[in-house]
């Protein structure tokens, strides 16, 4: 049974940071690439951050270059997103997924597999 479960989220001020976790179960790490979307009210969901679990490359939205950063733990089988320098405007519902694609990037179609999101909140 394959299972994503991100932790982490909560409310914090302009400026500050987070961690956010995701625990990967079944077959979900042995896809291709993994990554971090978002979703705020009203809006459609986009691709924040995306990491090639076969060799590390990474793939940032404009919008976090330079303030996010993604990592995994094989050994862990689990999915990171450092978060610095937040803003009001990353207030979303940030989600981790898999991919099982052979190419890793954003595109938001080529993830099959959800976890149920966890709540972002920047002031």
Not at 1 to 15: D, K, N, R
Request: aromatic content about 12%; glycine content about 14%.
């Amino acid at each position: 049974h394959a299972q994503l479960v991100e932790s982490g989220g909560g409310s914090v001020q302009a400026g500050g940071s987070l961690v956010l976790s995701c625990a990967a179960s079944g077959y979900t790490y042995s896809s291709n690439c993994m990554g971090w979307f978002r979703q705020a009210p009203g809006k459609e969901r986009e691709g924040v951050a995306a990491i090639y679990t076969g060799g590390g490359s990474t793939y940032y939205a404009d919008s976090v270059k330079g303030r996010f950063t993604i990592s995994k733990d094989n050994a862990k089988s689990a999915l990171y997103l450092q978060m610095n320098s937040l803003k009001p405007e990353d207030t979303a519902m940030y989600y981790c997924a898999a991919s099982y694609y052979t190419a890793c990037s954003l595109i938001i179609g080529r993830f099959g597999d959800w976890g149920q999101g966890t709540q972002v909140t920047v002031s």
